[in-house]
């Protein structure tokens, strides 16, 4: 992680000031005053964000200590920072959230959210504690506090059991432990003896009912009474459906005006009468309505009748007095009036029938058709009308006939039902007592069931608990047998470190778990008031070093020093400028109030970066 710019808006004594980083070492030199520690303060607020605390705490702490001595509206800023080749800005206001972090992704150019995992990333998975225990060294405070030895002790147990120390396994196993108590607090005690009496209850209910069912005579009866009711239900359905259908035809024909099969039958014999009786006499009746022809009926009529008189009456004076007129010739001629008048009044009959025909085609055509007009088209309809009323009265008796087979049926399926129930009656208390078997037992199942699945809930929780379990013991097994073997390192890395710092005064120190030293010089154990207060700061720093290798191997990570090298003298200071120089890799940032660091840097061509505060 490398810190490329910083822009405070208003932080402390700084209002609208930015600052542009080196890539190794940083000189930021101030005099006392000018806002060193104001501006190593505000990049911490930056990485970590600020915590604000309450009651009289809240006049004393750092976000009242540095608020803006000019009130703008505004306390906060932003900070450029890189990790592998990514580029963020990170900008905090103080005044809405001391915690609130908003983040531009320059590399993407887009703003991405704060979460966590990447902010970690971004910080290389620097924490507030590794911070102020490793990378930042104030002055007089090389000490490391008890919160480092946890953190250490957790990061040096991650390394073995993960690969990595970025995973928390002290909060690993916090989190596995209030696993194993929600597990816990999930498992329902079973009473056993609960369970063992209604398995006896079950084995009870069970073979009574097999008792029960051994005849099977009431369940062939409920048998047969349950395919008795739904042949029932069937014809009964059936019933109503032709009889709803018969009703429907009938009022259809009583719309109509037809009664029966018969009036129909008599209907089409009177029609098919009168249309032939039409057609027939069709011609006798227009001659017989023609006047001339009236008159001529009328004069022959009486010429008939005179003529038969004198007929007779000459017939009988011939044959008395020997007349003229021959008795042949009267005899003919009488026939031939008669003749002719009973052809006469055979056309006069035929007109009367016709008329008659006429009248009833038409009856029948308005009640049948509803018109008048005797057109062969219109009989045609008549007799397709009278057909199709007698094809449904055939249907209707069908139907009739079908609804009595049924009735019958019905009939027969009931009396059978009723000797089924009147069977059942005898047999009815026993059934009770069946169901009220199978009812309980239906409840007993259930019950049983459920106490099944609660112990193989509680099974399959002890099982998660005992993992659990498992896990714990094996993670502080593995933590604690690494632990062991890691200090040795750590107390080498120290003793390299301090030797070099020292050139080889001290050659050898220890760090025990709680991160207390011990000096080895000259085969004797030195206490660390035994030493000098500049050779303690040394001691203190090959600590923090060693550290910082121990959580960042290739020490990519910022260390600040804050005035952390007033003890030294300057052959100190110069061994310690020169191993920072050649052995720490991330960048350094030298707040300081002297030129000595400077001009030490000049003097041996360190390549550094000189900002100038205040």
């Known amino acids: 992680m490398k810190l490329l710019e910083t822009n405070i808006r208003h932080f402390g004594k ?14 930021l030199y101030g005099k006392n005053g000018a806002g060193k520690s104001t501006l190593h303060t505000f990049l911490r607020s930056m990485l970590f964000g600020m915590e604000r605390k309450k009651g009289r705490a809240a006049h004393s702490d750092t976000y009242s200590r540095y608020m803006p001595w ?53 910080r290389n998975g620097l924490t507030e504690v590794t911070y102020d225990n490793t990378v930042s060294i104030g002055q007089l405070r090389g000490e490391t506090s008890p919160a480092m030895a946890d953190a250490l002790k957790n990061y040096i147990s991650n390394l073995h059991s993960s690969g990595s120390g970025n995973v928390d396994i002290a909060a690993a196993i916090a989190a596995l432990t209030a696993q194993k108590k ?19 209850e079950i084995h009870t209910l069970n073979r009574q009912l097999q008792e029960h069912a051994a005849d099977g005579q009431s369940l062939k009866l409920h048998e047969r009474r349950q395919q008795l009711q739904n042949t029932l239900d069937e014809q009964k359905e059936a019933y109503r459906t032709l009889s709803g259908r018969t009703q429907e035809w009938k009022q259809r024909l009583a719309d109509n005006g037809v009664e029966s099969a018969e009036q129909l039958r008599q209907v089409e014999t009177v029609a098919d009468r009168a249309y032939a009786a039409y057609f027939r006499y069709r011609g006798a009746y227009r001659f017989t309505r023609h006047p001339l022809m009236r008159n001529l009926l009328l004069c022959l009529s009486v010429g008939m009748f005179i003529a038969s008189f004198f007929t007779i009456f000459l017939t009988n004076a011939s044959f008395s007095n020997d007349s003229y007129l021959p008795v042949p010739f009267l005899v003919l001629l009488c026939v031939f009036f008669f003749a002719t008048g009973r052809l006469l009044l055979s056309l006069r009959r035929h007109g009367w029938l016709w008329n008659q025909a006429r009248e009833q085609l038409r009856n029948l055509f308005s009640v049948y058709l509803g018109t008048r007009d005797i057109r062969p088209e219109n009989y045609d309809r008549l007799k397709k009308r009278l057909h199709d009323a007698m094809a449904m009265t055939d249907r209707i008796n069908d139907c009739q006939i079908r609804c009595g087979e049924l009735a019958d049926s019905i009939r027969s399926l009931q009396e059978e039902e009723n000797q089924i129930l009147r069977r059942l009656e005898g047999l009815s208390r026993a059934d009770w007592t069946n169901e009220q078997n199978e009812e309980q037992l239906k409840q007993a199942l259930c019950r049983q069931e459920t106490l099944q699945a609660q112990q193989r809930k509680n099974n399959e929780i002890s ?26 390192r750590l107390n080498q890395t120290c003793s390299a470190i301090l030797s070099s710092l020292t050139r080889g005064a001290y050659t050898c120190m220890a760090v025990d778990d709680n991160l207390n030293l011990y000096i080895q010089s000259q085969k004797r154990s030195l206490p660390l008031s035994a030493l000098s207060r500049g050779t303690a700061e040394q001691v203190y720093l090959a600590l923090r070093l060693a550290l910082v290798e121990c959580f960042w191997p290739d020490r990519s990570v910022p260390l600040f020093l804050d005035d952390s090298f007033a003890l030294y003298d300057d052959e100190r200071l110069e061994q310690t400028l020169l191993w920072l120089a050649q052995n720490y890799n991330g960048q350094i940032f030298l707040f300081t109030c002297h030129n000595r660091e400077e001009k030490l840097l000049n003097m041996h061509n360190i390549v550094h970066t000189y900002i100038k505060i205040g």
């Open 14 to 27: 700084f209002h609208q000031t930015s600052f542009t980083f080196g890539d190794h070492i940083n000189v």
């Open 70 to 122: 000019v009130s703008s509206g505004d306390y906060g800023g932003s900070l450029r920072l890189s990790q592998n080749g990514r580029v963020c800005q990170f900008t905090r206001n103080f005044l809405t959230d001391p915690k609130n972090l908003e983040i531009f992704d320059e590399t993407r150019s887009k703003p991405v959210p704060a979460d966590p995992d990447f902010v970690s990333q971004m």
């Open 182 to 200: 929600q597990l816990s607090s999930r498992l329902i005690p079973i009473d056993q003896r609960e369970y063992d009496a209604l398995t006896a």
């Open 463 to 488: 099982l998660e608990i005992e993992a659990v379990k498992t896990a714990i013991s094996t993670i502080q097994s593995i933590a604690e047998n690494y632990h062991v073997s890691f200090v040795p």
